[in-house]
Nanobody, 124 residues
């Protein structure tokens, strides 16, 4: 069983940047697609971005296209989310998740493992 641990969240002003990291342990995640989801207070968890098992294919929610970039390092067993030009509406808990498929998808019900989340908060 894989354990996923997110880190890198914090307070950031609108327009600022943060880089979230997801470290996997217990086994490799290199065979599976990974995704980032987020959940704001009072809202459902929503898809942010996903990356295929080799990193060749990525997908993004319209709300973050051009601002966020997902990447992975299969040697280090990590996934990262670079967030630029942050907006107040990006405030949420961000979760790293694994889907046992080679391609990512935006439906959280298909994901099998996730971490405890890391909080990103607009400080403006």
């Amino acid at each position: 069983q894989v354990q996923l641990v997110e880190s890198g969240g914090g307070l950031v002003q609108a327009g600022g940047s943060l880089r979230l990291s997801c470290a996997a342990s217990g086994r490799t995640v290199s065979l599976y697609a990974m995704g980032w989801f987020r959940q704001a207070p009072g809202k459902e968890r929503e898809f942010v971005t996903g990356i295929s098992w080799r990193g060749y294919t990525t997908s993004y929610a319209d709300s973050v296209k051009g601002r966020f970039t997902i990447s992975r390092d299969n040697v280090k067993n990590t996934v990262a989310l670079q967030m630029n030009s942050l907006k107040p509406e990006d405030t949420a808990v961000y979760y790293c998740e694994e889907v046992q498929s080679q391609r990512p998808n935006e439906y959280e019900r298909n994901y099998d493992y996730w971490g405890q989340g890391t909080q990103v908060t607009d400080s403006s």
